[in-house]
């Protein structure tokens, strides 16, 4: 902090022939109508120009008639762009130098898809809705039979008998998911650290779900992963952001019975894809959210996994709601895996903080993972 | 709404426009910009505008019972009242569940369970931001520097958009006065349309592209990588937090004058300092100033010797680490700040007791080696404190720490692009002073169609080669 000196002159700028300082002979100064002009030109001659980003950030949107009205409104702008040319410059540039850029962001796009329409830097709204900010959904007040106690499912018993891991071959775990499965993979490294030889890689693909396979596809990925990987297990978080529409041959709304029997056929799907190879898998349920409407929701999410991974031979469900629960109510604070008070979620109510994916890690996922690859150890 | 958004570009310009047409009546245009801002900050959580217009309720009521206090021991006991109920509701909403959690762990030492429950609050955008502002207002309302303004101009001073959710922290003082002279303004678009594309480039593009390309991974897990990304991630996160946050004050101090508002400098090349005390006059000055005129001067400055100075230094700091977050490491970047801060002052005046041979008249010549060694020992103390400000926990900070001396090996995260836009980040600070304002005259000079065309164009280059989705900013809910 500056301390005993005078602040800069910051607040003290010139304001124009009403003020009583003179405009500086350099700048020159425009009335309101024409800084508005020049605005509004710029911004309908940039939307033209990335009329391309517009439309995917629009056809991003949760089904509804935010998007219809979005995509209706794009879709003329995209013609004017096609028609003037004014779009190439944008692609050009993706071209050019996005590469240069790109590589490293982390870009969420299935497999086979091209990426660069995807360049929407204009909207991150989309990852703030996606983040499971959405309107309410049924709040289903379903019987909470997914969440009682431990690990369960079936278990892998036509699996055969696992391998044990080795220094030189050690045990090869996928983490996969929403940007929920984030802290889960370092807490995994370090947890296993000492006790089992496993190489943990952690993909959080952000704003992803099983609800938009139009945005992020996840079957197929995991197919493409799972194929050149070949891990001896994949652990699963996801669904913060699949509380919205889906649309198989038409939209499904989210609050028609159907809804959930689509979303269970997905969720078998996935888990095909991630078992094809011969991974098993621990399916991570959902903890308690803040917000009640979407805990509601995501509740009703966390019993299609667990009915899903049951039912599937080699998945197991790790059920989170109790565990990450004060007396079955949300808690920002919880005692961690070190017996301190931690703060266990972040401000938005939704995600893990490290010390909260600790206690997760700790409490249930190290023992299942133990339990089946170090069963002597 | 976040301000690189479609949403927001579309937001922005209905109220632009509809703040000139209304600039004309000054009442509506008040209730309308007011509306606005309520709306602004209603797409977050309706909820939260509630505390809003009862802290601006409050603030107002206990301003003109300031104002009406006919002695100065009552009105400086309202002052106190006042901002202590400002710091209360900061308090409950932000640091009640640290507070309660650092204490169960303190008293399960002594083997003592803790009294307190744990609630669950959600934490308001901006709070930190609008209590601030209200503080100004009232505390010069009782330094008598200041006339309580009217129920409607105060409403929109601690709503007006632009500057709700993350800064900069706009005095009272600066911002009441020119409600009234708005009307019949031209503005300096140069600088504005500037700021904003310069802010909107810094955020989009340059933080999002640090933040994925290295900083939240080798933050996330620092144990999985080698020295080498470990040092270039920390680089890298003081280039990320210093394009994040000043690109998002950038646009905000870009909208508010193409409003007709002038909003203090935020920001001012803070990489390029030589000392601490010099990076704190130009990194967040707004919060600089602000601490330092209701935090620092009131606890006695520097006019009361030389431990009491040290003793303010470390107060101001800690709190103002205190500010940005409630977490024990925030406490700790406060406490290294505030201690650099008083060795520096203290190694300052030892060396000016020194009898030193100088030439009279002139300000001693410093060779550019000295120069040098003061911009990386000051650089490199930021860095520190910046793995603290972005670790989520001791552990984190510890391991990176440990690891840059401990951990050789390949570094696949540390690319030609990531070392290319930290160093332009930083490169950019030493340019002559002035650089930018040239290049903002240059583009006012252009004709309104060119001016257009190369915003547009701005735009463009901007989303090409931003990433499809934008890092979460770093400052809201602070």
Known sequence: ?377 | MLFPTVQYAIFFAIVLVASWLLTPQPVRWKLFMLGASYVFYAAWDPRFLLLLAGVTVFNQVMALRIAAADDDDRRRALVRWTVAGDLAVLGWFKYYGFFVASMANLLARFGVSQPFPLLEIVLPVGISFFTFQAISYVVDIGRGKLEPASHLDVAVFLAFFPQLVAGPIVRAREFLPQLATRAGQVLDTGRAFGLITAGLFKKVVVASFLASAIVDEVFANPSAYSSGEILVAVYGYAAQIYTDFSGYTDIAIGCAMLLGFTFPDNFNRPYAATTLRDFWRRWHMTLSRWLRDYLYIPLGGSAHGRARTYRNLMLTMLLGGLWHGAAWTFVAWGALHGGWLALERYLEERRQARPAPRRPGLAPLEPWWIETRRWLVTFHVVCLGWVFFRAESFDVATTMLTRLATAPGPAPLVTVPVLAVIVATIAVQFLPEGTGEAIQAQFSRLPLAGQALALAGALVVIDALGPPGVAPFIYFQF
């Open chain 1, 1 to 377: 902090m500056s301390t005993d000196t005078e602040p800069r002159a910051a607040a003290a700028r010139p304001r124009g022939p009403s003020g009583e300082e003179e405009t500086p002979p350099t700048r020159r100064w425009l009335s309101p109508a024409q800084a508005v002009a020049v605005l509004l030109a710029a911004l309908l001659l940039g939307a033209v120009m990335n009329a391309s980003s517009l439309a995917a950030t629009a056809e991003r949107q949760p089904f509804g008639w935010q998007r219809s009205v979005a995509v209706a409104v794009v879709g003329p702008v995209e013609a004017l762009a096609e028609v003037t040319g004014l779009g190439r410059v944008h692609a050009w540039l993706v071209e050019g130098l996005g590469g240069w850029f790109r590589p490293a962001i982390r870009e969420p796009a299935a497999p086979g898809e091209p990426t660069g329409t995807q360049a929407a830097g204009g909207d991150p709204a989309e990852a703030a809705t996606a983040e499971g900010e959405q309107d309410a959904t049924a709040e289903g007040e379903q019987d909470a039979t997914a969440n009682d106690g431990a690990t369960r499912g079936s278990e892998t018993d036509d699996a055969g008998p696992r391998r044990s891991p080795t220094e030189e071959d050690p045990l090869a775990v996928w983490v996969a998911g929403d940007s929920l499965v984030e802290p889960l993979g370092a807490a995994l490294s370090s947890a296993l650290e000492g006790r089992l030889p496993a190489e943990v890689a952690a993909e959080p693909q952000y704003s992803t779900g099983l609800a938009r396979p139009d945005y992020f596809d996840w079957p197929a990925h995991a197919g493409a992963t799972v194929g050149e990987d070949d891990p001896d297990l994949v652990v699963v978080m996801l669904g913060g952001n699949d509380d919205q529409d889906m649309r198989g041959d038409e939209v499904i709304h989210r609050r028609d019975d159907e809804w959930l029997e689509e979303y269970r056929g997905r969720v078998d799907d996935f888990l095909d894809a991630l078992t094809a190879q011969g991974a098993e898998v621990l399916w991570v349920g959902l903890p308690v959210m803040q917000d009640a409407t979407f805990d509601g929701a995501m509740r009703e999410l966390d019993e299609v996994y667990a009915a899903g991974a049951e039912d599937h031979p080699r998945a197991t469900y790790v059920p989170t709601r109790d565990l990450l629960a004060d007396d079955g109510g949300y808690a920002t604070y919880l005692e961690g895996a070190d017996g301190g008070v931690e703060r266990m979620r972040r401000d938005d109510g939704i995600h893990l903080t490290p010390d909260g994916g600790r206690l997760l890690v700790e409490a249930l996922l190290a023992q299942a993972i133990l339990e089946r690859w170090a069963p002597d150890g």
